[in-house]
């Protein structure tokens, strides 16, 4: 197994190559999650559909701190493979090992014993928990699963490596399908069909993944003791990856609120605020890639002491994600009545949507530069800002707008959109003091780059007067 080259040479051409299999896992995962919906809703009854609706809800926040940590994991051996130390990436991996499993461990057994809390929580209808809970029972039993699977993605893209994780994923989702198709179709388990299905293909998927690492081997020299000795390690990840769990996880929380804030506006609000999540959930894609991208980008070459080109690379996946930010903006401001109406519903319904989609068509153009910053920090090691700004844009602005505009009774959902929009212009507004007060190498290069065209221009202005 090699590691790729983020070290020398072209920026510009290896960071594309790497984020679009990013790009493509993150849709193959999303398919992932709507393939039991889809056919649960098709094989099943409504209260398996409201279970399985209801339960992945909850099995995706677990899964958001997990995808949190593994970002420790590709900072961590970033930071290693680009100062070339081999033995500390060794102890990276062993940490990683010993820590997920000691995650999955005590994930599983939290999870399956507030099973039923959860549910309740969730204000599940009564027709629908006893499903609900069986669901979450039997996806809490492959934690491990889910652990392993984004502790191994999280290792090959500190690796540079980002298509390896994709086949994994499209394993697992190709798996899932005939699984739900199976249990659900044939055995008629209903929502403990799709549950059994997604555990199988879960543990398929990472039983592959453990093979090929094995067959291809390491790029540096790691011993099974190394798990034993790897206080260090789990250390390093746990500070690096706490903050961006703890963020996903409050950013998660902080959607839930506002969800619930703008379905107290009334139905049309509430079918209006799903179909959003949805066209956000597709557009931030290509963001969200960067993010990773970078993050390991960065990573290396910050470990090898080469700010200057992390620097570069950060700017030039800005300018790459902004230009096709442009593209989302545009439909979401122009055509959101056209992104509503694939979605179905009333007209009354459409123009609403509309309406909330023009007024947030602003943030999937600002995200594009946030996200970017985001990954340049995350790569940097700095994620306890990370996690600070991610709570101010959702607690601070986000959820107080939404909570006073349904307060005041104002149901233009122009408005509500515009707080959304706010709130992302907030997360670039913090990006970019911080960028600028904290990151000693970049001000520098600012601040000579503004000399650089200072002098630049009085010199002009000096010959002119010159000659005149």
């Keep these: 197994m090699t590691e790729s080259n983020f070290l020398n040479g072209r920026i510009t051409l ?6 679009i299999p990013l790009a493509l896992a993150m849709i193959v995962q999303a398919m992932y999650g709507a393939v039991d919906m889809v056919i649960v809703g098709q094989l099943g009854t409504t209260a398996d559909v409201a279970a399985v609706g209801t339960g992945s809800l909850i099995m995706q926040a677990l899964t958001a701190v997990v995808a949190g940590l593994s970002t420790g994991t590709t900072v961590r051996l970033g930071h290693c493979i680009g100062s070339g130390d081999k033995r500390a990436a060794g102890e990276t991996l062993g940490g990683m090992i010993a820590l997920f499993v000691l995650l999955s461990l005590v994930l599983t057994v939290v999870m399956i014993i507030f099973a039923e809390t959860l549910a309740g929580l969730m204000s599940v209808p009564a027709e629908a928990f006893d499903k609900t809970v069986s669901y979450i029972t039997i996806c809490s039993a492959g934690t491990f699963f889910i652990a392993s699977y984004n502790g191994i993605a999280g290792f090959f893209r500190g690796l540079g490596d980002s298509k390896s994780p994709l086949i994994f994923v499209i394993i697992a989702c190709g798996l899932n399908i005939i699984g739900d198709l199976f249990c659900v179709g044939v055995l008629k388990l209903g929502t403990a069909g799709a549950a059994y299905a ?52 409050l950013n998660y929380f902080s959607f839930m609120i506002l969800a619930s804030i703008i379905n107290s506006l ?15 959930s597709f557009f931030i894609l290509v963001p969200a890639s960067f993010m990773a991208a970078l993050s390991a980008f960065v990573a290396q070459n910050v470990g090898a002491g080469q700010e200057k080109r992390a620097l570069k690379a950060l700017f030039r996946g800005m300018t790459i994600a902004f230009s096709l930010g442009l593209i989302s903006w545009y439909l979401a401001f122009f055509h959101g009545e056209f992104l509503a109406g694939l979605f179905g519903g009333e007209p009354e319904s459409v123009t609403a949507t509309g309406r909330l989609l023009k007024g947030a068509a602003f943030e999937h153009l600002i995200y594009s530069l946030v996200f970017c910053l985001l990954g340049y920090f995350n790569g940097k090691a700095m994620t306890a800002f990370v996690m600070i700004q991610g709570v101010v844009c959702a607690f601070l602005v986000r959820v107080p707008l939404a909570w006073y505009l349904s307060y005041t009774g104002n149901t233009d959902l122009l408005l509500v959109g ?4 706010l709130s992302s212009f907030t997360g670039l507004l913090l990006c ?20 650089r065209l200072l002098n630049k221009v009085t010199g002009k202005r000096g010959r002119n007067a010159a000659s005149s």
Excluded: C
């Design 432 to 451: 970019g003091i911080y960028f600028i007060k904290k990151d000693r190498f970049s001000r520098g290069m600012l601040r000579g780059s503004y000399l």
């Design 198 to 249: 997604t555990v199988f293909a879960q543990a398929v998927s990472v039983l592959f993944s453990i093979f090929y690492i094995w067959r291809r081997g390491l790029p540096f020299p790691f011993a099974w003791g190394m798990i034993f000795r790897s206080g260090a390690g789990v250390n390093h990840i746990l500070r690096i990856g706490i903050p961006v769990a703890a963020q996903d996880l």
């Design 14 to 19: 290896p960071l594309i190559k790497f984020t």
């Design 418 to 421: 515009l707080a959304l929009s």
């Design 266 to 280: 009334g139905l049309i609000a509430s079918a209006a605020i799903a179909v959003e999540g949805k066209v956000f």
